[in-house]
């Protein structure tokens, strides 16, 4: 076969660099979600509080959100193969100088500008991805690389609780530094030069919102959903060690249970969001609704809050796959255009659903915290119920033909 790159390489090839960009979106993920697992060590050895401390998400949130829409257009005319292996070289080194920092200042400072990084990789992953294969397989290649948000929070996040617990969180970050590492040789062997081939200029990425209602809509109902799950999540560790006096291989049970329930729901709406992105949104909207509330009334006993995190975990999977093929398929014509703004509301709103929660927790206790994951997904799944039927029949309609727009610039 020949690539769309317009260079000769095995199929086998391929599928090895759909599992390479796989692995990166893994070890991307794991390193902005660590401190969630690690937040109460962290805290103690960089003596902060836990909401001071949970500004390690926050800072990497803003610089991915609020830098991608730019450095994607800066870079429209960077060979994406290139521009992935810097991103894995930022990551690396600042795993590393997270690992060795002797003070929190010099954590925040390194996690500010690996953010940047994290925010690029998100808006060009995929559609690398689907690039690398031939055109039939494109939804596959992408269903695969968003699989790496499953394994990431079932293996990732609680491994790196196992480990912090056996040995040390700065050891943790220097393992995940030697992963960084492993990841951006293999992206050396495996993936093929990929210019940039739909990637558009500031000026127009901003402009998209304007001109496109579906995308705007399907924006503003990601913020509210993002701000009120991670503001939650960020939190669930001191949660369930103040409501159940967790030890942290019980943490580290739950978090995998969690990612398991993630993976079900990721696995579920691959077959229900052909049918109905709306619908499909709407269902683990109102299971994460339903579990934060369900973690509220019984999560005080171990029983109740693995059945609260199961049905968390699971909800939060439909709604995830969800949000990018509602993307997808409002803007398919620019995809890396929208999935940089995509990127810049999701990862914004992380970190200020952090900053938020970290206020909440430190002035009202870390229970008002999850009343604040309660009145903010309600809030995304109302104004997702209230959007014109018609902006979501735009999006619905649209969703099985937007693979194969993306792949015809």
Wanted: with cysteine.
């Amino acid at each position: 076969m020949v690539a769309r790159t317009g260079r000769p390489h095995s199929l086998l090839r391929a599928w090895l660099g759909v599992a390479v960009i796989t692995a990166s979106l893994f070890t991307f993920l794991t390193t902005e979600l660590m401190p969630v697992g690690l937040l109460t060590p962290l805290s103690t050895s960089l003596d902060v509080p836990v909401g001071v401390a949970a500004l390690m998400v926050t800072l990497y949130g803003v610089s991915a959100g609020l830098g991608v829409t730019f450095i994607v257009a800066w870079t429209r005319r960077v060979d994406r193969r290139v521009l992935l292996s810097t991103l894995l070289a930022v990551l690396t080194l600042g795993n590393l100088v997270t690992a060795v920092a002797p003070n929190f200042a010099l954590v925040l400072t390194t996690r500010l500008v690996m953010g940047f990084a994290s925010g690029v990789f998100w808006a060009i992953g995929v559609s690398m991805a689907m690039r690398l294969v031939p055109e039939r397989h494109a939804s596959r290649a992408s269903a695969i690389v968003m699989s790496g948000i499953s394994i990431a929070t079932v293996v990732g996040i609680p491994l790196g609780t196992v480990l912090e617990d056996l040995t040390s969180w700065r050891t943790t970050f220097l393992i995940w530094s030697g992963l960084s590492l492993l990841v951006f040789a293999a992206v050396a062997a495996t993936v093929p030069s990929l210019p940039s081939d739909n990637a558009v200029s500031v000026r127009e990425v901003f402009g998209l919102p304007l001109r496109n209602a579906p995308l705007r809509s399907v924006l503003f109902i990601v913020v509210l959903f993002v701000l009120g799950h991670f503001g939650a999540y960020t939190f669930v560790r001191p949660y369930l060690e103040d409501s159940t006096s967790a030890t942290p291989l019980f943490i580290t049970v739950v978090l995998i249970i969690f990612g398991i329930g993630g993976a079900v729901g990721n696995f579920a709406a691959g077959f229900t969001v052909n049918k109905s992105l709306r619908g499909s949104f709407a269902a683990g909207c109102t299971g994460l609704v339903a579990s934060l509330l369900l973690l509220l009334a019984i999560g005080d006993g171990k029983a109740g809050a693995i059945a609260a995190l199961v049905l968390w975990g699971l909800s939060f999977g439909v709604v995830q796959l969800s949000q990018v093929n509602m993307t997808l398929a409002a803007a398919p014509e620019t995809f890396e255009a929208a999935m940089s703004l995509n990127t810049m509301a999701y990862n914004t709103s992380i970190a200020l659903g952090a900053l938020f929660g970290g206020q909440l927790a430190d002035n009202l206790g870390v229970t008002s915290v999850v009343w604040f994951g309660v009145a903010l997904t309600a809030g995304s799944l109302l104004l997702m119920l209230g959007t014109g039927r018609r902006a979501s029949g735009a999006v619905a309609h649209d969703a099985s033909a937007a693979p194969s727009a993306l792949l015809k610039d």
